[in-house]
Nanobody, 118 residues
Framework: QVQLVESGGGSVQAGGSLRLSCVAS??????????VAWYRQAPGKQRELVAH???????FYGDFVKDRFFIFRDGAENMVGLQMDSLKVEDTAVYYC??????????WGQGTQVTVSS
């Protein structure tokens, strides 16, 4: 099993930055050798993919990111981070970490709130 804890959310003004962290416990080897993704969900909206890092380090971002965010992995810390710059009001959401750590196994964190004000 893999347990995930997100942190780093908060309130910032538009144009500001935040760095989110997703730290794994339990089967950290599985976490570090499989894909991890960040999703977000705003009130009244569906959950959407923000960024994804594959087991080989390939990166993928949602169209709305537009070079503002960067996903990265720190295997020594059992962590996948999300650096978010040039934040916009519409980035306001709860951000969740997701790990596909096995063929039919995945874990979600509890989420961290990001609020961007104008």
């Amino acid at each position: 099993q893999v347990q995930l804890v997100e942190s780093g959310g908060g309130s910032v003004q538009a144009g500001g930055s935040l760095r989110l962290s997703c730290v794994a416990s339990g089967n950290t080897m599985a976490f570090n050798t499989n894909a991890v993704a960040w999703y977000r969900q705003a009130p009244g909206k569906q959950r959407e993919l923000v960024a994804h890092i594959s087991e080989r380090g390939s990166l993928f971002y949602g169209d709305f990111v537009k070079d503002r965010f960067f996903i990265f992995r720190d295997g020594a810390e059992n962590m996948v981070g999300l650096q978010m710059d040039s934040l916009k009001v519409e980035d306001t959401a709860v951000y969740y970490c997701n790990s596909h750590w096995g063929p039919s196994s995945e874990s979600w964190g509890q989420g961290t709130q990001v609020t961007v004000s104008s």
